[in-house]
């Protein structure tokens, strides 16, 4: 098995269980949707094996639990608005809604 598919692998056990990875040292991240433009940049720059970014109504949402904090998506931000978020909360059932029925990353 490939490094990749490992990973994969883990991105899909995370979306049955809705559990973060334990090993994970870096916070998820957070986006400030009052600042937000959603421009997607950060969707782009989001590794496959994470896929964490997500439209979601017209926001634009990192689940937690999916969010390995690898920080890939601070520097395309053109408006500096995602944040390391310590005192993250479980994803909403909506939120996990969007990967389940139609993931972009997949
Ligand atoms: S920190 Fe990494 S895993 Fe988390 S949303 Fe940004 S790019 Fe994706
Ligand atoms: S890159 Fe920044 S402004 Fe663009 S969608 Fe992501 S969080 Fe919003």
Same mark, same amino acid.
């Given at each position: 098995?490939?490094?990749?598919?490992? /990973?994969?692998?883990?991105?899909? /056990? /995370?979306?049955?269980?809705? %559990? /973060? %990875?334990?090993?994970?040292?870096? &916070?998820?991240?957070?986006?400030?949707?009052?600042?937000?433009?959603?421009?997607? *940049?950060?969707?782009?720059?989001?590794?496959? &094996?994470?896929? *964490?970014?997500?439209?979601?109504?017209?926001?634009?949402?990192?689940?937690?639990?999916?969010?390995?904090?690898?920080?890939?998506?601070?520097?395309?931000?053109?408006?500096?608005?995602?944040?390391?978020?310590?005192?993250?909360?479980?994803?909403?059932?909506?939120?996990? *809604? %969007?990967?389940?029925? +139609? +993931? &972009?990353?997949?």
């Amino acid at each position: 098995m490939s490094d990749t598919t490992a /990973r994969r692998t883990g991105r899909q /056990r /995370r979306l049955e269980t809705r %559990e /973060r %990875e334990p090993l994970w040292k870096n &916070p998820p991240l957070k986006i400030d949707m009052d600042v937000c433009i959603t421009c997607d *940049a950060c969707f782009r720059a989001c590794p496959k &094996p994470f896929g *964490a970014i997500f439209n979601h109504d017209l926001d634009v949402v990192i689940i937690p639990e999916l969010c390995s904090g690898c920080n890939k998506c601070i520097d395309p931000c053109p408006v500096d608005c995602i944040h390391p978020d310590p005192d993250w909360t479980p994803a909403s059932d909506q939120w996990w *809604a %969007e990967p389940e029925n +139609d +993931d &972009p990353y997949a």
